[in-house]
């Protein structure tokens, strides 16, 4: 396995940290300053340094990073990425700025591998230039939504017509006022194998029956602008033609989607991770209390070293599920995406943490982005399915393996 960068990264990963330190984290304030506040999303808006951020990005060929494809973006490999994921992961603005942020990554992912001509030309083109933005439909209220097959929303063809039913939470994007569509997972065949009963849909927000019922916040705090929030699907007739590579094909589409894209939430939690250990010793090295920095007093100094090592171990098992996926596929990845998933957030959470002690009250407001670093590591524990899911995953694929190697044995 070689983990080292590639050259192509390395060039990249030079530009991204010159306009990251130029350009996106001076804009951080500027970004804050330019939101409307408050909780009804329908006053939000797209902060003006945005779009101007973008246009910049575009134009510096830092656009689409994240896309395996050399027509809409660099053509890069999961390890090629993954630095540059991590470079991102500084800034919670970062990641749209170069068109590079979760849910539409996701999104345009499934439209380029699975997606008709049409879904490509309405959808994926105005998503890769990053005029419009979008939400995945599927974690559902009534139900624990960790196990996907307990799913109840419906997505039942009837002739020509997709007809969706059911609700639908914690669709992240939704708020944002760009948003124009979300993909809409829900049960197509209850008779059918448990992994062939659903079906993924493009439902435009506009279409008639599609009510946004309310935002939710995170820790009491809306994520403005693009938000978290539930949906109400009631008997939204589609054409058939926005199913998504066919009926049953949900669960197939979701295996090739969740991947990639777990790959690129450990690694920008890794970069926040690192954000958060370097905040943490330019204040323990810079405060003095009972006549010696911080970073003297107590354990802190063990607490900076666990965290450096904890945060090193968990890159090296991002790497190589990256690494994994590129030259095996999602199948053979399947038990490290589930141990990255586990471990990286918890190693965030906990650089958070430990930064907002040293910190003191400050760490608490909002002169620092370390509450928010830690809402965000916490929130990762839960979203694309709990820590307890994924252990559950990892466990039975290693007895699973060491049977195996006792039956050769």
């Given at each position: 396995?070689?983990?080292?960068?590639?050259?192509?990264?390395?060039?990249?990963?030079?530009?991204?940290?010159?306009?990251?330190?130029?350009?996106?984290?001076?804009?951080?304030?500027?970004?804050?300053?330019?939101?409307?506040?408050?909780?009804?999303?329908?006053?939000?808006?797209?902060?003006?340094?945005?779009?101007?951020?973008?246009?910049?990005?575009?134009?510096?060929?830092?656009?689409?990073?994240?896309?395996?494809?050399?027509?809409?973006?660099?053509?890069?490999?999961?390890?090629?990425?993954?630095?540059?994921?991590?470079?991102?992961?500084?800034?919670?603005?970062?990641?749209?700025?170069?068109?590079?942020?979760?849910?539409d990554t996701g999104n345009m992912e499934v439209l380029h591998r699975y997606g008709s001509a049409q879904q490509h030309e309405q959808w994926l083109e105005p998503l890769l230039r990053g005029d419009i933005r979008s939400g995945f439909a599927m974690t559902e209220p009534?139900?624990?939504?960790?196990?996907?097959?307990?799913?109840?929303?419906?997505?039942?063809?009837?002739?020509?017509?997709?007809?969706?039913?059911?609700?639908?939470?914690?669709?992240?994007?939704?708020?944002?006022?760009?948003?124009?569509?979300?993909?809409?997972?829900?049960?197509?065949?209850?008779?059918?194998?448990?992994?062939?009963?659903?079906?993924?849909?493009?439902?435009?927000?506009?279409?008639?029956?599609?009510?946004?019922?309310?935002?939710?916040?995170?820790?009491?705090?809306?994520?403005?602008?693009?938000?978290?929030?539930?949906?109400?699907?009631?008997?939204?007739?589609?054409?058939?033609?926005?199913?998504?590579?066919?009926?049953?094909?949900?669960?197939?589409?979701?295996?090739?989607?969740?991947?990639?894209?777990?790959?690129?939430?450990?690694?920008?939690?890794?970069?926040?991770?690192?954000?958060?250990?370097?905040?943490?010793?330019?204040?323990?090295?810079?405060?003095?209390?009972?006549?010696?920095?911080?970073?003297k007093l107590g354990g802190n100094a063990d607490i900076v070293a666990n965290l450096r090592m904890a945060i090193e171990q968990a890159r090296l098992l991002t790497l190589k599920t990256a690494w994994t996926l590129d030259q095996y596929g999602p199948k053979a990845a399947?038990?490290?995406?589930?141990?990255?998933?586990?471990?990286?957030?918890?190693?965030?959470?906990?650089?958070?943490?430990?930064?907002?002690?040293?910190?003191?009250?400050?760490?608490?407001?909002?002169?620092?982005?370390?509450?928010?670093?830690?809402?965000?590591?916490?929130?990762?524990?839960?979203?694309?399915?709990?820590?307890?899911?994924?252990?559950?995953?990892?466990?039975?694929?290693?007895?699973?393996?060491?049977?195996?190697t006792e039956n050769h044995a």
């Amino acid at each position: 396995m070689d983990f080292a960068p590639s050259e192509r990264t390395r060039v990249i990963a030079e530009r991204l940290e010159r306009f990251m330190r130029e350009e996106v984290l001076p804009a951080e304030s500027v970004y804050t300053s330019q939101l409307a506040g408050g909780t009804d999303h329908r006053q939000w808006r797209q902060p003006a340094v945005m779009e101007q951020l973008k246009t910049r990005a575009r134009d510096a060929g830092l656009w689409n990073l994240f896309l395996p494809d050399l027509e809409g973006g660099p053509g890069l490999s999961n390890v090629e990425y993954a630095p540059l994921a991590e470079i991102m992961g500084h800034s919670f603005i970062a990641p749209e700025v170069f068109n590079c942020s979760a849910p539409d990554t996701g999104n345009m992912e499934v439209l380029h591998r699975y997606g008709s001509a049409q879904q490509h030309e309405q959808w994926l083109e105005p998503l890769l230039r990053g005029d419009i933005r979008s939400g995945f439909a599927m974690t559902e209220p009534e139900v624990a939504s960790s196990d996907a097959t307990n799913m109840r929303a419906t997505a039942m063809l009837e002739g020509d017509e997709i007809v969706l039913n059911g609700r639908k939470w914690w669709t992240t994007g939704l708020g944002h006022p760009h948003c124009r569509f979300v993909i809409f997972m829900g049960l197509s065949d209850p008779d059918a194998e448990p992994h062939q009963r659903h079906s993924m849909v493009i439902c435009p927000l506009d279409a008639p029956g599609v009510h946004i019922e309310r935002m939710l916040p995170v820790f009491h705090d809306y994520d403005e602008p693009s938000g978290h929030g539930e949906l109400h699907f009631a008997n939204v007739r589609l054409p058939a033609s926005n199913v998504i590579l066919g009926p049953g094909r949900g669960f197939e589409i979701a295996q090739g989607r969740l991947g990639p894209g777990r790959v690129h939430h450990c690694m920008r939690a890794l970069g926040a991770a690192e954000r958060a250990l370097s905040l943490l010793c330019k204040r323990a090295q810079s405060r003095v209390a009972f006549g010696q920095p911080l970073i003297k007093l107590g354990g802190n100094a063990d607490i900076v070293a666990n965290l450096r090592m904890a945060i090193e171990q968990a890159r090296l098992l991002t790497l190589k599920t990256a690494w994994t996926l590129d030259q095996y596929g999602p199948k053979a990845a399947l038990s490290l995406i589930s141990q990255i998933k586990v471990v990286v957030p918890s190693v965030a959470q906990q650089a958070a943490e430990a930064a907002i002690q040293i910190h003191g009250g400050a760490g608490l407001t909002d002169d620092f982005p370390l509450a928010r670093l830690y809402a965000y590591a916490r929130v990762l524990r839960l979203a694309d399915g709990p820590d307890e899911v994924h252990r559950a995953v990892v466990a039975k694929l290693e007895a699973k393996a060491q049977l195996s190697t006792e039956n050769h044995a």
